[in-house]
């Protein structure tokens, strides 16, 4: 059994890291910092650590003035108060004047778990995909949640990341390459291809498996930057005839939207998109939610069938 | 700049804006006629900029929370030579730089995108947090609404420039009293505005926005070091449409641009030509 670690503590470390390597950087939240896990930079550099209080509004509008005064600010709170509550300070604010600002939510989606559907957000891929110069990655696994996010301490521009609050395996070794806009390939497969985003590769893997014992071969990829997209990894996914995309958010407008997008224009193949139908969540443990809401592995490697 | 000077500059602003607005065909006159004195005295007076190198280390900065005012604000960065004066007649027009409401991307010198009302003065403040952490002695400078105070954002970014002690900050509210719809009273009471922002803890100068001696002397206190570890805030009464007789106090001319007839007539009461 693989390690288990939740994305928002590698954002936790991560920080701190940069924090030492980088004076330039700035780290707000919203009287989250112990759930979000900014509280461990907060606590290694309190001087550069700004706490806007319950105020997300407010916390997006400061980080646009700290970012286009030439700091690189990371931005934190719940998905939900982020890229919800905050949604058009991120659009005007940030996206607009194409802001240095990286905001890293953490709780996203369902496996918040008992705090219920208030606090599920299963839009925000949706929301932060649709504004222009916006880069929105969603990462599987601690390795590379910490890469992808000193990545984007990297470039100048806006950038959403997306954390969970679940432990959730390590998959990739310490060694593996991670760069912004290029899906990981974890298994290769000629009879389909599940594309995963965020948690759900580890269950795309688990599917995989399950579908080897019925005799299809099935590719797995980790799509951790949903904008810009790896169209070409798409186009060549979209060789073997069928794709399955699997994502812990709403089936509109998010992986599967993106993806569709690049398939219909480039490569037409079937396709089949697994999340969160039109729905809300709501409370029960985490694991509880994903059955009840068909995102198992089960479930993917259904999917994979009624399209074979 | 003496006080005289600064009075003839912000007629000419005022000359800039009609001709921006109708030109446009389109626009917000009565809101930038209002804080017209405020801005001259702001581009003329008070901040430290440089028009020919607009993004120098340590300077100023200006962020227009009502970015409606973008007419006020495009005529005084004109006038102070930021770009040329025939540009303005540009306002609105597809491809121009002088976009309906302000875009930093597009035109330098402007500090920060503003339109959407409550978001410039978070903005604001994050500028003068990042000055703070710099150790720099820039100042920030922001216009408000009276209408924008409605916006809960504003009191959230109210909250935290008091707690975090930004004596860098200096905001205007552009008291004219009117919004869209109407009388703020009659829409959504805005008033006490000074108290309101006594209660957050800000050090608050009132003044006739339009008496460009009380102006200079209030961004003057507003530097004072017994105001030190507090932001200012001026509560400016003002006029909308002043100085243009049948826009004055009319909130039918917050967002309205003059014919050819009610062009020429303002033109001359501020006695310019279009």
């Not at chain 1, 939610?289 to 198992?296: C, F, R």
């Not at chain 2, 006490?192 to 961004?219: L, R, S, T, Y």
């Not at chain 2, 003059?258 to 001359?268: F, L, S």
Request: with cysteine; net charge negative; charged share 25%.
């Amino acid at each position: 059994m693989a390690e288990k670690i939740a994305t928002r503590a590698s954002y936790g470390k991560a920080l701190t890291e940069l924090g030492a390597e980088n004076q330039n950087i700035i780290v707000m939240d919203a009287d989250l910092s112990g759930s979000t896990q900014t509280k461990k930079f907060a606590d290694k550099f309190p001087e550069r650590f700004i706490n806007a209080g319950i105020a997300e509004c407010n916390m997006m509008g400061m980080a646009a003035g700290l970012a286009i005064s030439g700091k690189t600010v990371f931005a934190s709170t719940f998905a939900m108060f982020a890229a919800g509550r905050a949604y058009e300070i991120i659009r005007n604010s940030i996206g607009y004047t194409h802001a240095n600002v990286k905001i890293c939510a953490t709780h996203a989606g369902l496996t918040v778990g008992e705090d219920g559907a208030s606090h599920q957000c299963l839009e925000d891929l949706a929301l932060m995909r649709a504004i222009p110069g916006m880069t929105v990655i969603n990462p599987a696994d601690d390795v590379s949640a910490r890469k992808l996010i000193k990545a984007a301490a990297e470039f100048n521009g806006p950038c959403y990341i997306r954390l969970g609050r679940a432990s959730v395996p390590v998959l990739y070794g310490e060694d593996q390459k991670v760069e912004i806009g290029k899906a990981l390939k974890l298994k290769e497969g000629k009879d389909a291809v599940i594309i995963a985003t965020g948690i759900m590769v580890d269950a795309a893997m688990q599917a995989a498996e399950l579908l080897k014992a019925e005799g299809l071969e099935v590719g797995v990829m980790d799509m951790h930057t949903i904008k810009p997209i790896d169209e070409e990894a798409i186009v060549e996914a979209a060789k073997t005839g069928a794709i399955v995309t699997v994502e812990e958010h709403s089936v509109m407008g998010g992986l599967g939207s993106a993806v569709a997008e690049v398939v219909c224009q480039k490569a037409p193949c079937r396709m089949k998109i697994v999340g969160v139908q039109d729905t809300f969540g709501e409370s029960g443990t985490p694991d509880a939610l994903l059955e009840k809401y068909h995102l198992t592995a089960a479930d993917i490697a259904e999917a994979v069938k009624s399209i074979r | 700049m003496e006080i005289q000077e600064l009075q003839g500059k912000a007629a000419l602003v005022r000359q800039d804006i009609i001709r921006e607005v109708y030109s446009a065909k389109s626009g917000h006159p009565g809101g930038s006629l209002s804080c017209a004195d405020v801005m001259t005295a702001l581009y003329f007076e008070v901040m430290n900029i440089d028009p020919a190198d607009p993004a120098k280390e340590g300077r100023d900065k200006f962020v227009l929370s009502k970015g409606h005012a973008a007419p006020a604000l495009y005529a005084a960065m004109a006038e102070r030579g930021y770009f040329p004066k025939e540009e303005l007649t540009s306002l609105r027009h597809i491809g121009t730089r002088l976009q309906g409401h302000p875009s930093m991307k597009k035109l330098p010198g402007l500090e920060m995108s503003t339109g959407s009302l409550g978001q410039g003065i978070s903005a604001a403040v994050g500028m003068a947090l990042a000055a703070k952490l710099d150790k720099s002695s820039a100042r920030i400078y922001t216009i408000l609404g009276d209408g924008e105070l409605q916006e809960g954002m504003v009191w959230e970014a109210a909250m935290s420039a008091a707690h975090y002690g930004l004596d860098n900050l200096c905001a205007v509210v552009d008291h004219n009293g009117l919004q869209i719809d109407g009388k703020n009273d009659d829409v959504m009471r805005v008033n006490p505005i000074a108290d309101k922002f006594k209660a957050f803890g800000w050090n608050v100068i009132a003044i006739d926005g339009h008496d460009m001696e009380q102006i200079v002397k209030a961004f003057a206190d507003a530097m004072d070091v017994k105001n030190s570890g507090r932001p200012t805030v001026i509560v400016a009464e003002t006029v909308k449409g002043k100085g243009v007789s049948f826009m004055e106090n009319q909130a039918g001319w917050h967002g309205k641009a003059p014919n050819d007839e009610q062009a020429a007539q303002a033109m001359t009461e501020l006695g310019g030509t279009l």
